[in-house]
């Protein structure tokens, strides 16, 4: 708790931004309770990760501060790094894989000035990452990890912290994907406020901390799901594992779908632009609407950093999960009429055709045809299918065709 305190001084050099607490009637108003927003897309990365990554920096020793830091990160994390070390004049480099947005990239190289060196190099962030510790083995410099260090999870605590001072809630939901900032909610609050329960809310597609608390210790996902970019870690850090474990920190698996759905809500209704990362602590509330009931309840929304080419496939993926965007490799003979037959005894007047594709090049007419329709009462469509005797598949369940598709 000591460390916390002497950390969360360190931080009121004016570089990290207390973020506000602001209730939210929409989502109180849905869950029956009182909802509280910790904005922390609102720091000036957009993201939590810069105090982590300030606090780790800060607290190193004059040497060490004068040999450099060394960082791997595609993302929040990397943008930490740099910025901190713009501010107290640390040599910092950033190793990022070659598959790395050019948005990050350039989001990045907008905040280096004087003392970062971006490195592009690897072909995904663990090779990155092994290149990176080979680098800081080899000219001696301090290694700042996302979140298996203890600096770092005492600089997310610090957003429990500032929660605490404005209220006291009876639970906190925060993201999660290597563990750091969960690992430093739980760590503050079970001092400043033991009888708030600390939940966790992970991708289902990269559910790196359930599967860590199943085996009972950190272990390696064999899939992970990339979409919600800031939170797919294959394995949980060890430190951040022993600290959930240890406090009794509850896990809540999200399918991205949801996270998507949730993204558009807080963009349209609230005018809060988040990353799908950001989104997760709201989406978990589904999950535990009985156990939020009637309670003061705070959801970190932990980014903001979202390339607007993305929300196509967010809008997609929404869709989806909320079963109205389908997808059909239907056989449809190619004679005069038959799209517009196809379409008259097929689509209701609400439905509409959101992709049409030929599958082969050649010999159409033999071939299957790909249709995207979107319908909020997909059951008529499968049955007016059958009835007029198409030959169709139903594809939404295949995802070798899904990947091929978004």
Known sequence: MQKITDIYLKLQSGIIK???????QRLSEKYDCNIFLKREDLQPIRSFKLRGAYAKMVNLSIDKKKNGVVCASAGNHAQGVIYSGEKLGIYCDVFVP????????????????????????????????NISHQFCTTY?????????????????????????????????VGCVGGGGLLAGLSLHTQVANANCRV???????????????????????DTCDNFVDGAAVRTVGKLPFDICKNNGTKIVQVPEGLICLNMLNLYEIDGIITEPAGALAVSAFDFIKDEIKNKTVVAVISGGNNDILRYPEIQERADRFLNHQHYFLIKLLQSPGSLHSFLTKILSQDDDITRFEYLKKTNKAQGMILVGIYSRNIHTVLQKLSLHNYTFSYINDKEEFMEYLI
């Not at 207390?18 to 939210?24: A, Q």
């Not at 490195?119 to 990452?129: A, C, D």
């Not at 298996?148 to 404005?166: L, M, N, R, W, Y």
């Not at 990269?206 to 950190?218: D, I, R």
């Open 18 to 24: 207390k973020t506000p607490l602001i209730y939210n």
């Open 98 to 129: 070659n598959n790395t947005p050019q948005q990050k990239l350039q989001r990045m190289r907008s905040l280096s000035k004087t003392y970062s060196r971006i490195h592009v190099t690897g072909e995904n962030l663990e090779e990155t990452m």
């Open 140 to 172: 001696d410099k301090s290694y700042v990890h996302p979140f298996d260090d203890i600096d770092v999870i005492c600089g997310q605590a610090t957003i429990s912290v500032e929660i605490h001072e404005k209220l006291k809630p009876d639970v906190i």
């Open 199 to 221: 939940i966790g809310a992970e991708p289902l597609g990269s559910s790196s901390m359930s599967f860590a608390f199943l085996h009972n210790k950190p272990k390696r996902l």
